[in-house]
């Protein structure tokens, strides 16, 4: 197609038609009101799901993948957005994201995806296999850590399949991963959002350790009955609603 793929923007274009099928097959369980397929390069996973949603919107940050879609796509209109995602504001509905993300942004994307869960149904996305891993890994897993515990919190995630280099002009150095994310409906964690998530980065940036050392700054009379079954376990020990409950008794 004469793309070619730019090394700055992460971009390993998906080649394989039948991983592109697997991809937008999963999508169909989230039954996406409106559907947004992130950097969508030469549009493999485009052509797939444009019969099927007709209403589709696309960001690309790439020029040229936009021309490209432009001219192969004129269907998708104003829906084509030349933009960056991460800067994207979402208009108000209920959306799911899909796409094969770009290995250097493809964390940034789940955090988007978390702070603007108010219009974030769901996701169906590939990612760096060892990232898939982390953030479906389950407590007690070695991968289990910050993207686990805060993508858990408020989706419920399953990994889907694994993507063989091969799949991708060019390969990549590593295996991929698809994975899903459903919207939690029937639980939210009861705590600040932005404290939790500074007590899930100091739990795990001393993962070796006891919770005791890590949240020392936060120990006071008030709350120490509370958390105390917590302080002598390690990080990756607690489970999401763990995480939530103590930075609910923690914060100041």
Known sequence: MGIKPKKGLGQHFLRDFAVAQ????????LAPAQLLEIGPGEGVLTELLLPK?????VIEIDSESVDHLRRAYPSLGERLHYDDFLKWTFPVGHWVIIGNFPYNISSQIIFRAIEQRSVVDGLVGMFQKEVAERIAAGPG???YGILSVLTQSYFDVEYLFTV???AFHPPPKVQSGAIRLKRKTDYEPD???????SIVKAAFNQR???LRNSVKAYLNESNMDAVEPYLTKRPEQLSFQDFAFLAKQLKP
Request: hydrophobic share 40%; net charge positive; with cysteine.
């Open 53 to 57: 949603y007709p209403q589709l919107s």
């Open 208 to 210: 070796r350790k006891m």
């Open 22 to 29: 697997r991809i937008a097959l999963s999508v169909d369980v």
């Open 141 to 143: 897993s070695k991968t």
């Open 164 to 166: 063989d280099a091969s």
């Open 191 to 197: 705590c600040d959002e932005k404290f939790l998530f």
